[in-house]
């Protein structure tokens, strides 16, 4: 809807715009397990910031066809990558019980996508699907303050182990 709307993209173009979206998602689904199994805090907060750039960059840029498919590109690898390093850091934490870490976190994905759906139709139907692009990419900001503002300042000896998991736990295999 966002391209046929707001960036008044042609409906023989929207397939090939979605192919190039979802390549990227797929890529990011790649990437996110790579970058988790070296760099955790780091791949969330970076993810969760390209993220919410992506998405506030796309409501000045909706009419620029070529950026729009860009930006929801740049979206979709985040957020592809955002289910890797989310997965890999809830079962690193709770190593005792991962069947139980799994299922919570799908569960608040789902969770999440349901009610974004719901957000998203209600800004749809009361300010047009170009806005909601400056709805998510606040919530997508105000997710990073409260991430970082739960966060203390580790030492420096704290931080290097804080964000460092054994490949074996990221997925890896010797």
Same mark, same amino acid.
């Given at each position: 809807?966002?391209?046929?709307?707001?960036?008044? #993209?042609?409906?023989?173009?929207?397939?090939?715009?979605?192919?190039?979206?979802?390549?990227? =998602?797929?890529?990011?689904? *790649?990437?996110?397990?790579?970058?988790?199994?070296?760099?955790?805090?780091?791949? #969330?907060?970076?993810?969760?910031?390209?993220? =919410?750039?992506?998405?506030?960059?796309?409501?000045?840029?909706?009419?620029?066809?070529?950026?729009?498919?860009? #930006?929801?590109?740049?979206?979709?690898?985040?957020?592809?990558?955002?289910?890797?390093? *989310?997965?890999?850091?809830?079962?690193?934490?709770?190593?005792?019980?991962?069947? *139980?870490?799994?299922?919570?976190?799908?569960?608040?994905?789902?969770?999440?996508?349901?009610?974004?759906?719901?957000?998203?139709?209600?800004?749809?139907?009361?300010?047009?699907?170009?806005?909601?692009?400056?709805?998510?990419?606040?919530?997508? *900001?105000?997710?990073?303050?409260?991430?970082?503002?739960?966060?203390?300042?580790?030492?420096?000896?704290?931080?290097?182990?804080?964000?460092?998991?054994? #490949?074996?736990?990221?997925?890896?295999?010797?």
């Amino acid at each position: 809807m966002f391209f046929t709307k707001a960036s008044h #993209l042609a409906n023989s173009s929207l397939s090939p715009a979605l192919l190039v979206a979802g390549a990227a =998602g797929v890529l990011g689904v *790649v990437s996110g397990g790579w970058l988790v199994a070296r760099r955790p805090v780091t791949a #969330l907060v970076t993810t969760l910031i390209l993220s =919410g750039v992506a998405l506030l960059a796309l409501y000045p840029l909706a009419h620029n066809q070529a950026a729009a498919v860009a #930006l929801v590109a740049v979206r979709a690898l985040a957020f592809g990558a955002l289910g890797t390093i *989310v997965q890999v850091r809830v079962l690193t934490v709770a190593p005792g019980s991962t069947d *139980v870490a799994s299922a919570a976190s799908s569960s608040v994905f789902n969770v999440g996508i349901g009610g974004g759906a719901f957000v998203g139709g209600l800004v749809v139907a009361s300010a047009g699907v170009q806005r909601t692009t400056l709805v998510a990419g606040a919530i997508e *900001v105000i997710a990073i303050a409260l991430y970082v503002g739960t966060h203390r300042r580790p030492t420096r000896a704290h931080h290097e182990a804080a964000d460092t998991v054994p #490949l074996a736990a990221a997925g890896a295999s010797e």
